[in-house]
C-alpha cells in the first residue's frame, strides 16, 4: 500500500505546485501557513503613558537601501551592515509589555523586515531566500526580540496574526521575494502606522505583480497571498472577493452589476527582491 506521505507528495508533483509547497487536498489545505483565529490582544491606549519605541535607525537603512518600489540595494546594505545589527540589538531589549497596541505592531512588523534583511546579508550573494537552507531560513529560532529568542515563523504565525485583526500586514511583511510585497523603505511606526498600512495595501492593488483584472473575460488574477490567508481577509470582509472589492473600484463594480469575477492565483516568483533584479 502507497503511504499518504508520498500520495501528497505525489499530489504536489501532479499538480505542479511548485516550491510554495502548499498543498490542498480535496479542498482542504493539508499544510502551509497555520490557520488562525485573529484577535485583538492589546489595549489601544493603555491605564499608565504607553512607552514609544525608536525606530529612526531602521528608518535610516531603509532610506539609503530600498528605493520607492521596494528594491534593496543588498551590495549597499552590506557595506554598512554594522548599522542593521546596531538596530537590530535595539530590538532585543524592546520594552514590549510598556507599548500600546500601533507601537506593538509596528515593532513587530520592523523587526520581521530588519531580521529578514540581515538573514540574505548572511547569505549573500544569493538568487532567492528560498536557496538558503531549510534550517536555517524561516524555523530557525535566533532572533532575539524583546529577550526571548524567536523564528520569522514564530513572529509572524504567533505574535502578530493571532493577536491583532489587521490583514494588512499581508501586504507589509517582506519575505525578500519579487513576489512578495514591496520593502517599504521607511520604518512602520504607531503615529503613522494606519495611513502606512493603507498604502502598502493600495500598492499591492494598482500592481500587476499581485493584482490583475481582466475585465473583458470577467477573470481577476491575485496574489496567491489571498490563497494562503484567505481566511484571515474572510475574518473581516467575508470573503476574499470582497476584501479585494474594497480596494479594487473595479471588482466592486462587477459585483455589484451581478457578475462576481473568477479568481486565478497569480504565479510565485521567489527571485531576490535585489535592485538587480528589477526589471
Not at 40 to 52: I, L, R, V
Not at 107 to 135: C, E, G, Q, W
Not at 194 to 199: C, D, G, I, T, V
Not at 232 to 248: I, K, N, Q, T
Request: hydrophobic share 40%; charged share 25%; glycine share 4%.
Amino acid at each position: 500500500m502507497i503511504s499518504s506521505a508520498l500520495i501528497i507528495v505525489g499530489s504536489a508533483i501532479a499538480f505542479g505546485l511548485g516550491d510554495q509547497g502548499w498543498i490542498h487536498k480535496a479542498g482542504v489545505r493539508v499544510f502551509g501557513p497555520p490557520v488562525v483565529a485573529m484577535t485583538e490582544a492589546y489595549d489601544e491606549s493603555p491605564a499608565t503613558q504607553a512607552a514609544a519605541f525608536d525606530h529612526s535607525a531602521f528608518d535610516a537603512i531603509l532610506k539609503k537601501h530600498v528605493d520607492a518600489d521596494g528594491w534593496v540595494d543588498y551590495k549597499g546594505l552590506l557595506n554598512e551592515s554594522d548599522l542593521l545589527d546596531a538596530y537590530i540589538q535595539t530590538l532585543a531589549d524592546a520594552p514590549f509589555d510598556a507599548l500600546d497596541r500601533d507601537e506593538k505592531l509596528a515593532l513587530l512588523i520592523n523587526a520581521y523586515n530588519a531580521f529578514t534583511l540581515r538573514l540574505i546579508l548572511d547569505h549573500y550573494p544569493v538568487k532567492s531566500i528560498k536557496d538558503i537552507p531549510d534550517a536555517e531560513r524561516w524555523e530557525e529560532k535566533r532572533w532575539v526580540l524583546t529577550g526571548e529568542a524567536y523564528s520569522l515563523n514564530q513572529i509572524e504565525h504567533e505574535l502578530i496574526r493571532p493577536k491583532f485583526v489587521e490583514p494588512r500586514i499581508h501586504f507589509s511583511l517582506v519575505c525578500a521575494a519579487y513576489s512578495c510585497p514591496p520593502l517599504r523603505n521607511e520604518a512602520f511606526t504607531a503615529d503613522k502606522l494606519e495611513a502606512q498600512l493603507r498604502e502598502q495595501t493600495e500598492y499591492t492593488h494598482t500592481h500587476d505583480r499581485w493584482y490583475r483584472f481582466d475585465q473583458a473575460r470577467n477573470i481577476l488574477y491575485l496574489t496567491p497571498l489571498y490563497d494562503w490567508y484567505g481566511g484571515d481577509f474572510e475574518a473581516v470582509a467575508g470573503s476574499v472577493l470582497e476584501y479585494v472589492a474594497d480596494h479594487a473600484p473595479a471588482v466592486r463594480s462587477a459585483i455589484d452589476a451581478g457578475k462576481p469575477p473568477k479568481v486565478r492565483w497569480l504565479d510565485y516568483d521567489w527571485k531576490l527582491n535585489s535592485k538587480a533584479n528589477r526589471l
